[in-house]
């Protein structure tokens, strides 16, 4: 057994720091918990604020403090997700509350190739969620625990290293050590070493048998079975920001967080999410209750890529009008899939070339409109108009598309051979009626040259977009060639035209 | 007279020998050692092979022998609709038999799905996307464009710019299409032909008769082409509306027949 106890010493100020804008985030920070200092990040003790003063001490120190509420609820909604950042690696994470993780990574070594890559994996997975580590590796887990909360990068290989690190442990590090700290100060038991050489039952009588039996589990002496994280089955995290978001890179600053405790629940379970929504909470505005905008984000391939999510969810928040403030994100995601990663390679392949252009369509639909990005299908019908229907790139279309690319099948190519040109390609959008003169069509004032034709085309007698036409290929004065047509019979025609329409040009 | 660069033979324009043969030293002209190194009154060579365009007249006049990959090449037109995708649908259509995307961006009118595929090209390889149908306030219609150019997955892209652009929007796009691995096409308007632009091959289409292109080369990496050329685009026209086509009002009007158009007198 060998197991990896990570402790996080600042974790309830970055739990804090993570709520903050980002402008915010570099200033002198400070907990308070009834009304007294808890604790304080590094700029704010360089103007000499200390954990154990008043309120009114600290600001009068420094008055650009950032004062924030310790919140239980929220320092272990940051240990769960370390803790699940932490399940890619090993089945057995356990959490050692208020600030601990513990892995047993004996099982998972050959794997990763030895203790130092798995470590720098680790530090590398867990870097997104932004919390400075402490790592001890020890063969009993309470003693790695102990170990972490003093010490950082220990490794103690075997039982006799852990009890020499343990014998210079301080006695404050057991629970029942810091309810009788000052009565084994004032016996002079600073360390764990001097209180091992004491007879256990004296110690026992004195201090209740907790003492002993953590001192036990901690040098192995006795069974000290853990309890295994289990991972939701749903992802549902939240987190209250500070000062209200106004604007989009606030509420995304937020995001990111969320995000990256998403992606450390999907890299537990070496899933893919498909889709996924972000709930913002907004203030109360006259009298209406606190509105909720949620943002449902559906993804054309499933992903784990913080970075793609994180782009998606900014072009679509651009686009989203927020009735209010927001005071609070939430993210949501019940639908994922497990399925193969896209491979890295040098040089691209049709498969990366494909999840390029996934990505790329997601984002100019998200941007400008899944009804803006368009593929044309072909109709079979003899109306111009109506021979072409143009549909939103699906995502299943693309991938059928690659399957076939991928496959061989090339399009229908006409190297040498060329198709007899007999349809227009632009085709404008209403019939464009033309005057006339000496019976011959003008268009913008010239007279037009009718080259060929006519040819007839009646169709849609089915449908009731009856469509009689003689159509004619005609010259304008500069070469250009237009499609024209006449309606056959005289029907009709609202505007009092004599029947000549524009329906294309050649391109 | 093939004015490329060829590292073996000297150059076809090789200035006069009786001049310089005292000043000429004996080793080779410097421009058959490299191929970056060229005289400004030779054709540049681009560094990847430039897809042909299918016509060998043009070809003959790009540098590089076809459209220019990773760059940007802009046409400007009178009006749409004189020939301007027939000129392009050789190389689209070679683009996409190698299995990449071809993607149009706001195209000036609705496309017809069965013209592109007597054109040779295949709409299952094909996007088109439009930008200008919804505007938010501060909108760009260019950032499509410059993203698809960016990512470099997408075969070719012909793009119609909106007028009045800015030169330095223009120079934003040519940045972009250095990720961009085939031809990216800018149709322009004929106005933007008098304002500067950073795409290295400029040309001015105008339609010089039923089913031709005149092609005048406004700026191009190599020697200025002060004559246009004229393709002869895949015809629409059969033989005898051809004929028909090249008699002028007036003069031989009376030569040929004028197709009559078939009316239908209302009886009722």
């Not at chain 1, 989009?248 to 995000?259: C, D, K, R």
């Not at chain 1, 007839?456 to 009731?464: L, M, P, Q, S, V």
């Not at chain 2, 149709?187 to 010089?208: G, N």
Request: aromatic share 4%.
């Amino acid at each position: 057994m060998l197991w990896v106890a990570l402790h996080l010493p600042l974790l309830s100020l970055e739990s804090f720091a993570a709520t903050l804008p980002p402008e915010q985030a570099g200033q002198p920070l400070a907990l308070m918990d009834a009304h007294r200092i808890v604790s304080a990040n590094a700029g704010a003790r360089a103007l000499g604020v200390e954990a154990g003063m008043k309120r009114a001490t600290a600001l009068s120190l420094a008055p650009q403090l950032l004062l924030g509420q310790a919140d239980a609820r929220r320092d272990a909604d940051a240990l769960t997700s370390v803790a699940h950042a932490a399940l890619a690696f090993t089945p057995m994470v356990n959490l050692s509350p208020p600030a601990g993780v513990l892995l047993e990574v004996q099982a998972s070594l050959r794997y990763f190739g030895g203790l130092a890559p798995l470590l720098a994996r680790l530090q590398v997975t867990l870097a997104p969620l932004n919390h400075r580590l402490r790592c001890v590796i020890a063969p009993t887990a309470q003693g790695a625990a102990l170990l972490s909360r003093v010490q950082d990068r220990l490794h103690c290989a075997d039982r006799p290293a852990l009890q020499q690190a343990l014998d210079a442990a301080p006695t404050w590090l057991l629970g029942a050590g810091q309810v009788h700290w000052d009565t084994l100060q004032g016996m002079g038991l600073r360390t764990l070493g001097e209180l091992r050489r004491l007879p256990r039952a004296g110690l026992a009588r004195r201090f209740g048998e907790a003492l002993l039996e953590e001192l036990d589990c901690a040098l192995g002496d006795r069974p000290d079975p853990r309890e295994p994280v289990i991972l939701p089955s749903v992802f549902c995290s939240q987190i209250e920001l500070f000062a209200r978001a106004d604007t989009t890179e606030q509420v995304l600053h937020g995001a990111q967080i969320l995000l990256a405790r998403l992606v450390a629940w999907l890299s537990a379970q070496h899933a893919f999410v498909c889709r996924f929504s972000l709930l913002m909470k907004h203030e109360a505005r006259w009298g209406h209750s606190h509105a909720v905008t949620v943002l449902d984000i559906a993804l054309a391939e499933p992903s784990r890529d913080p970075a793609h999510m994180l782009v998606l969810l900014r072009e679509r928040l651009a686009a989203l009008q927020l009735p209010a403030p927001t005071l609070e994100l939430a993210l949501e995601s019940d639908d994922i899939s497990h399925r193969p990663p896209p491979n890295a390679e040098l040089f691209p392949t049709p498969q990366s070339e494909h999840a390029g252009l996934t990505r790329l369509i997601e984002r100019l639909q998200a941007r400008l409109g899944r009804e803006q990005v368009q593929r044309l299908v072909p109709v079979a019908d003899h109306r111009p108009e109506w021979a072409t229907l143009a549909q939103p790139a699906e995502p299943l279309w693309l991938r059928q598309r690659e399957a076939k690319v991928a496959g061989g099948e090339r399009p229908r190519t006409l190297p040498g051979q060329s198709l007899a040109i007999t349809r227009p390609l632009w085709l404008l959008p209403q019939p464009q009626p033309l005057q006339e003169r000496q019976s011959r069509p003008l268009l913008d004032g010239q007279v037009l040259q009718v080259l060929a034709g006519p040819e007839r085309i009646e169709a849609g007698w089915w449908d009731g977009g009856l469509a009689e036409r003689d159509y004619f290929i005609a010259q304008t004065a500069e070469g250009a060639l237009v499609w024209l047509y006449r309606a056959r019979l005289p029907l009709p025609v609202a505007g009092g035209s004599k029947g000549w329409y524009l329906q294309g040009r050649f391109a | 007279m093939n004015p490329r660069l060829n590292p073996v033979l000297p150059p076809a324009s090789a200035p006069p020998v009786g001049r310089s043969a005292g000043l000429r030293a004996t080793g080779p002209s410097p421009e058959s050692l490299h191929p970056s190194l060229w005289r400004a009154n030779q054709l540049g060579r681009s560094a990847e092979n430039a897809l042909p365009s299918g016509f060998g007249l043009l070809d003959a006049q790009l540098p590089g022998g076809g459209w220019p990959r990773r760059a940007l090449t802009e046409l400007m037109l009178p009006h749409l609709g004189i020939g301007e995708i027939r000129l392009l649908a050789a190389s689209l259509a070679a683009t996409q038999s190698a299995g990449r995307l071809v993607m149009m961006f706001d195209p000036p009118a609705a496309v017809s799905a069965p013209a592109l595929a007597e054109l040779g090209l295949d709409v299952e390889q094909l996007l088109v996307i439009h930008t200008h149908l919804q505007l938010r306030p501060g909108a760009d219609r260019l950032w499509a464009l410059e993203q698809a150019l960016k990512s470099g997955h997408v075969g070719a892209v012909v793009g119609w710019l909106p007028p009045h652009l800015r030169s330095e929007r223009v120079r934003r796009l040519q940045l972009a299409a250095h990720a961009h691995d085939g031809p990216a096409f800018m149709l322009r308007e004929m106005a933007a032909q008098s304002h500067a632009s950073a795409a290295p091959l400029r040309l001015a289409l105008h339609s010089a008769g039923a089913d031709q292109l005149a092609l005048r080369v406004l700026k191009r990496r190599g020697p200025p082409l002060l004559a246009p050329l004229h393709l002869a685009l895949p015809p629409v026209l059969s033989a005898t509306a051809w004929r028909r086509a090249q008699v002028r009002d007036g003069a031989d009007a009376h030569a040929l027949q004028p197709l009559r158009a078939a009316t239908f007198v209302n009886l009722a």
